[in-house]
């Protein structure tokens, strides 16, 4: 997994900061946005194998944004996995049924959060209703 490109979406510089410290520490290679229209711009330029989104951004929120990524054929393949301090009761599963692929909170644990991104990077994207299907076809 060296070399393989995140992008961290997150506006509080001391968040963004240590994620991407970490991440690079891991040999990933970063790349940064504080808000949607520097992902907007960043993704014209290069295309992550995965994307930490902050759920709360200024001007139009990570979940506003996740559900904008979602409808670009060309990102159906990058997990995009909330990096939050969102901890109410379904704040998760909202995060998922908006197209997040994990979620992560904040503070994140960092004894723990580079083996987190490397399982989420080989569980790739979520595929909503994949295990039925698959059930399905066996019973055929």
Known sequence: MDGTRILVVEDNPYNLELVQF????ANFTVDTAVDAQEVREGLQVERPQ??????QLPGTDGLTLVEELRRRK?????????LTAHALRGDRERFLE???DGYLPKP???STFIGAIRDLLKAGRRVHGAEDEEG????Q
């Open 22 to 25: 970490l991440l690079e520490e």
């Open 50 to 55: 995965m994307i930490l989104m902050d759920m």
């Open 74 to 82: 060309e990102l159906d393949t990058v997990p995009i996995v909330a």
């Open 98 to 100: 908006c197209g997040c």
């Open 108 to 110: 994140i644990d960092v």
């Open 136 to 139: 399905r076809e066996g019973e």
